[in-house]
C-alpha cells in the first residue's frame, strides 16, 4: 500500500500522509502530478490511499473508491 496526497497539497495533508504511511506499515509517495493509475504502474502497487482537504479515499485496482466520512478529525 501506499499513501499519497490530492495535487498541490498543503502541509497538513502532506504530513497526515506520512503519519498514515508510517501506521499502516506502507509508503507515502509524491503525487508530482501523476495520475493514480500512473503511480500504481510505476510503484507496483494496487493499494492506494489518497489524502484530500475533504477526505481520506482508499482505492484498490478499479474498483470505486471507499470514502472516509468527513475528514477534518481522526476517530479517538
Do not use: W
Request: hydrophobic letters at 30%; glycine letters at 8%; proline letters at 5%.
Amino acid at each position: 500500500m501506499f499513501v499519497t496526497t490530492s495535487y498541490d497539497p498543503n502541509e497538513s495533508q502532506l504530513s497526515e500522509a506520512r503519519r498514515l504511511a508510517r501506521e499502516l506499515g506502507g509508503r507515502c509517495l509524491q503525487r508530482r502530478r501523476m495520475t493514480l493509475a500512473q503511480l500504481r504502474e510505476r510503484f507496483g502497487d494496487e493499494d492506494i490511499l489518497l489524502i484530500s482537504k475533504e477526505r481520506i479515499e482508499y482505492h484498490h485496482g478499479q474498483r470505486r473508491p471507499v470514502l472516509s466520512p468527513e475528514h477534518g478529525g481522526r476517530p479517538d
